[in-house]
């Protein structure tokens, strides 16, 4: 049995959580309606930008499903049926002991962004960091709990949380990979770059629908498969808006985790990144700069992704063959616990199939030492 570090683990908090919001808000997270034939499972702001797309998804979110209270951990994490999430630890650590994990990242609502007034979310992401702080304090080297992120409520909003649940130990920052109606590579966005890398807090951002929203929720035979293919190729656009935008070479010390998006094609990308800024292309490309600005880095765009940027996967074979083109330090291992594409509880026959022939001090650093760097986690 290896000791592995899971940096992709499904988190989401306590259905009573949300009983401790004033009503106006409750009502825009999911919680128990307690109705006259029993308990109601709602989520209002479920994929709630989606939901505008699909009426009959909407209908069912805000309606509800009827529940036993102890199902409520496992439907708002869509936990497969092998699987028992548990927003708490001592639950988490029974679980991690069938699959060999040593120590988690807990990814949390906000790494899909939430659409809600700006007051309600920060004071749901407060009520969430609190939780995580105060459940979490005596497992930070098995846990790295991520830090919701108000992204709602203004950018100064988002930076004080920041820095407030930085102070409680909590880490990484959460994002979604791309948020389309403001991009990263937008000066909005300079106050958090300058925060994070200031404490030293890594940014996992973790796939979403951003990239491809206007087409996901097109009904076909192939939409699911689809949408999974693009929605991970997809990220090469958010490392290229961090490093064309000169993001990673102005904050040197800010490190960002590509989540759940996979990893095979991240050595095209490093290499077609640097042929593309170094080549004909730019110089073609010359007229453009009239209308956005010359595009001037000190190194070669390669160099800053192998410096602050790393992808986590699950099971990639491409990845794991590439490393050496990519570099190790950009390779990080996670299962996607609870979820049902996840490979939980078989992490271990998995991880032993993908890096088969690998020395075992580079199975070691991908599937363990990388994480326990980035995200400080140092459990025995």
């Not at 962004?113 to 009520?127: E, K, S, V, Y």
Request: aromatic share 10%; with cysteine.
């Amino acid at each position: 049995m290896r000791k592995l570090i899971t940096t992709d683990s499904h988190w989401s908090p306590p259905i009573e959580l949300a009983d401790e919001l004033t009503a106006s808000y409750r009502e825009l997270v999911p919680h128990l309606e307690r109705r006259a034939d029993g308990n109601y499972l709602v989520q209002p702001n479920f994929l709630a930008k989606m939901q505008d797309q699909n009426a009959l998804m909407t209908a069912m979110q805000g309606m509800g499903r009827k529940v036993e209270p102890e199902e409520t951990a496992k439907m708002l994490m869509a936990g497969h049926g092998d699987s028992n999430p548990s927003p708490y630890p001592k639950d988490r650590l029974r679980e991690m002991a069938r699959d060999g994990v040593v120590a988690e990242v807990l990814i949390g609502p906000e790494g899909f962004g939430h659409h809600m007034p700006g007051d309600a979310d920060l004071a749901w992401c407060r009520l969430m960091n609190d939780w995580l702080a105060d459940n979490y304090r005596d497992h930070l080297q098995q846990f790295a709990p991520s830090i919701q992120l108000p992204l709602n409520a203004g950018m100064d909003a988002v930076v004080n949380e920041l820095q407030r649940a930085a102070a409680l130990g909590l880490r990484p920052a959460l994002l979604p990979d791309c948020l389309p109606d403001n991009p990263y590579y937008k000066p909005y966005w300079e106050p958090l770059w300058e925060a994070a890398a200031a404490l030293n807090i890594p940014i996992s951002m973790h796939i979403s629908f951003g990239h491809t929203e206007k087409r996901h929720m097109d009904i076909w035979p192939g939409m699911t498969q689809t949408s999974l293919m693009w929605s991970s190729v997809a990220q090469n656009e958010t490392i290229c808006w961090l490093v064309f935008g000169g993001i990673l070479e102005r904050h040197p010390n800010l490190k960002i985790i590509l989540t759940e998006g996979s990893a095979g094609w991240l050595s095209w990308l490093v290499e077609y990144m640097d042929y593309a800024y170094a080549g004909r292309f730019t110089q073609v490309a010359g007229p453009l700069t009239m209308i956005g600005g010359q595009l001037k880095l000190k190194e070669l765009p390669s160099f800053y992704v192998k410096r602050q940027v790393a992808c986590t996967f699950m099971f990639d074979p491409v990845a794991v063959k590439m490393r050496h083109t990519t570099g190790l330090d950009s390779l990080m291992w996670g299962n996607d616990y609870p979820h049902a594409e996840g490979i939980f509880p078989n992490s271990q026959d998995m991880v032993a199939m993908q890096f088969d022939g690998v020395p075992e001090a580079e199975i070691q650093q991908m599937t363990f030492g990388n994480a326990a760097r980035i995200f400080g986690l140092g459990a025995a």
